[in-house]
Each structure stands twice: as structure tokens, then as C-alpha cells.
């Protein structure tokens, strides 16, 4: 299963409902996912999964504002393209050690 991590400015409907739908009532602390990038740069990201992909949303303060804000009947976002497929260590907290 690949998994491709998605900046906030390449998030598409598709995926910020899939967020919505898992994050409610938004995300805590627990549901952030750390792990260092392939330039070794600290990231943040929320996981959801779909049949074929695993995406990583990078955490910022626009992804909470835009979840909060978000009505799966407007069509507020693009269809963008998402960032390439990184690879992953299975457990991206091991990176940190």
C-alpha cells in the first residue's frame, strides 16, 4: 500500500471528507502522526487510509480551520494534485530515537 503524503495547499475533496469523517470533532495530540521526512526535516501529520493509499495530511493551523469549516456540499477545493509517493518506516516514531 503506498503512502503519500499531502500538504495542506494540494488537499483535495475527496481527502479532506475522508478527514472530516475520521476527525469529527477535530484531532488531538494522540492523533498526530511525527516522523522525518527524506531531507530529515520534523513533520506532522494526521493518517487516513482509503483501498489503495494511506495519505499523511501535514498538521497545520489552516487544516483545522479548514476542517472546521468544511460543508461536503460546497465545493470550496480544487482537485490538486497530491505530492509524490514517499516511503515510510513502519513506525515513523522510531525515527526520533
Do not use: C, Q
Amino acid at each position: 500500500m503506498k503512502r503519500i503524503i499531502v500538504d495542506y495547499k494540494k488537499l483535495t475533496n475527496e481527502i479532506l471528507a475522508l478527514l472530516v469523517e475520521k476527525y469529527p470533532d477535530g484531532y488531538g495530540d494522540d492523533d498526530i502522526i511525527k516522523f522525518r521526512n527524506a531531507n530529515n526535516e520534523a513533520v506532522e501529520a494526521l493518517e487516513v487510509r482509503t483501498e489503495d493509499a494511506i495519505y499523511l495530511v501535514k498538521v497545520s493551523t489552516r487544516l483545522a480551520n479548514t476542517m472546521e469549516n468544511f460543508d461536503e456540499d460546497e465545493d470550496n477545493f480544487d482537485s490538486g494534485e497530491i505530492d509524490r509517493a514517499v516511503e515510510i518506516p513502519d513506525n515513523p516514531e522510531d525515527d526520533d530515537a
